[in-house]
């Protein structure tokens, strides 16, 4: 069936509109209270007659308003169902960095404003928007296509998606899911030319904190067993940790793929990506273990030697790495059996398969809408709700479909978070076409 005549003005203009209203939803996770966002999406669904519409609440005696929502398109049956998947939490802000109110979805010189427009708010609305006009267009389909809206991602999903798999894994029944993870950049490896990152593994979280005791006192009495000295020790020794890098398989089909395009005008052995992460932060955390400092807690006054110290650890692993043997590393880095571990969440996950139908689609529709530009298959160094799919052997791909510069990846968890409506709109027609091929 051929494409349907759209107003992409129109769609534009109201998919920015209702970006603006989502994004004044503040769902700042802790505590989420997802809840309003939820409502929010089944009453736009509602309005267009999309009844099939599932709420799950999550929510327990330690937190309220974690409500999921599930609304269905059906399909014929012929092939396993799409799901569009976002998660409708966003992290917290730092107001004082902002040049603009971050929950006010203020539409400003092209651009819409605000904490999730791109993580992952803005993806939410143009998944929203693809049902839409699957739905408004009677587009015939041959397999039911669900969004999914979830609450949680943000701080382990066990109010979204991990919620779902244990008390309702029918909801997540899917032969393909289209999530975050991936996104368009405007150039790779230093060369300026669009590319697509479409994230077909991750590496897996390991937060750990690290607990240090010892004997309070007054400040003017140092001591040797100050718990917050024996904390700072092990830090460092944490920080001048030289971890190997290594270019695991998923990745090496981005470098390979990215060499036959021209993006890397040299083979990609493992001295030439070594050096490229040598220069290239997110190449570097591709190809090793992370570990970030993330909190640091100890101490009541400040004339009192604290008695207890604690920090925690965000650690990214590559795929395919021994958690234990992981942690049993860093307890010889540390070499302080006064310094206690305490693991928090731990996940890992498979790979997606590169290829597939829906690949070969996000590719095709990829450079029919942008010049020059190809599909990478990429490795996230952050972790997704994905995971849980692929942990089940659904093929799940991260894809924002944008075009991104350096300086609006970094907004990401970061200050001043913003999309372009252009980038809005590419989205909304790039996401609309691989949904109306893979599922149609």
């Known amino acids: 069936m051929s494409a349907p005549a759209i107003d992409w003005d129109e769609v534009t203009r109201e998919a920015t509109d209702l970006l603006s209203r989502y994004i004044a939803i503040d769902t700042t996770n802790p505590p989420g209270n997802e809840e309003h966002a939820a409502r929010f999406l089944a009453e736009l669904l509602r309005k267009e007659g999309i009844d099939d519409i599932t709420f799950y609440d999550a929510s327990d005696a330690r937190s309220q308003g974690r409500l999921n929502l599930r609304a269905r398109l059906p399909g014929d049956g012929s092939a396993r169902p799409l799901v569009l998947l976002n998660h409708t939490d966003v992290v917290p802000v730092e107001r004082e960095g902002w040049q603009e109110e971050p929950f006010a979805g203020l539409?400003?010189?092209?651009?819409?404003?605000?904490?999730?427009?791109?993580?992952m708010k803005g993806m939410g609305i143009m998944e929203l928007m693809a049902l839409l006009l699957m739905h408004r267009h009677r587009i015939p389909r041959r397999r039911d296509i669900v969004f999914l809206a979830v609450a949680?991602?943000?701080?382990?999903?066990?109010?979204?998606?991990?919620?779902?798999?244990?008390?309702?894994?029918?909801?997540l029944e899917a032969e393909y899911v289209l999530n975050e993870g991936g996104a368009g950049t405007t150039e790779v490896m230093g060369v300026k030319r669009p590319a697509f990152n479409c994230s077909v593994s991750e590496k897996g979280p390991c937060w750990l904190t690290l607990v240090t005791e010892g004997y309070p006192g007054h400040g003017s009495m140092p001591h040797d067993h100050n718990a917050l000295d024996r904390?700072?020790?092990?830090?460092?020794?944490?920080?001048?940790?030289?971890?190997?890098?290594?270019?695991?398989?998923?990745?090496?089909?981005?470098?390979?793929?990215?060499?036959?395009?021209?993006?890397?005008?040299?083979?990609?052995?493992?001295?030439?990506?070594?050096?490229?992460?040598?220069?290239?932060?997110?190449?570097?955390?591709?190809?090793?273990?992370?570990?970030?400092?993330?909190?640091?807690?100890?101490?009541?006054?400040?004339?009192?030697?604290?008695?207890?110290?604690?920090?925690?650890?965000?650690?990214?692993?590559?795929?395919?790495?021994?958690?234990?043997?992981?942690?049993q590393e860093l307890e010889r880095v540390i070499d302080d059996p006064e310094v206690r571990i305490e693991r928090g969440l731990i996940s890992s996950t498979p790979a997606s398969p590169i290829d597939t139908e829906l690949m070969r689609v996000i590719d095709g529709v990829v450079r029919e809408h942008v010049e020059e530009a190809v599909?990478?298959?990429?490795?996230?160094?952050?972790?997704?709700?994905?995971?849980?799919?692929?942990?089940?052997?659904?093929?799940?791909?991260?894809f924002i479909p944008v075009i991104l510069e350096p300086r609006e990846i970094a907004t990401f968890h970061g200050h001043n978070e913003r999309l372009s409506i252009d980038n809005l709109r590419l989205g909304c027609q790039i996401l609309f076409e691989v949904v109306r091929r893979i599922a149609g």
């Open 152 to 171: 949680d991602e943000e701080a382990g999903s066990e109010y979204g998606v991990e919620f779902l798999a244990r008390h309702h894994p029918e909801a």
């Open 375 to 398: 599909v990478l298959p990429f490795v996230s160094p952050g972790f997704t709700d994905s995971r849980v799919f692929r942990q089940q052997g659904v093929t799940a791909y991260g």
């Open 231 to 327: 904390l700072v020790r092990a830090l460092h020794r944490i920080l001048e940790w030289q971890r190997p890098r290594t270019v695991v398989p998923e990745l090496r089909a981005y470098f390979d793929r990215a060499h036959r395009a021209g993006y890397l005008t040299v083979e990609p052995s493992e001295e030439v990506i070594s050096k490229l992460g040598d220069e290239n932060p997110l190449i570097r955390a591709l190809t090793s273990n992370t570990v970030s400092l993330t909190t640091a807690r100890a101490g009541v006054k400040h004339n009192v030697i604290p008695a207890r110290a604690e920090a925690t650890i965000d650690c990214r692993l590559l795929p395919g790495t021994d958690v234990d043997v992981f942690i």
């Open 107 to 119: 539409v400003k010189d092209g651009v819409i404003w605000g904490r999730g427009a791109l993580d």
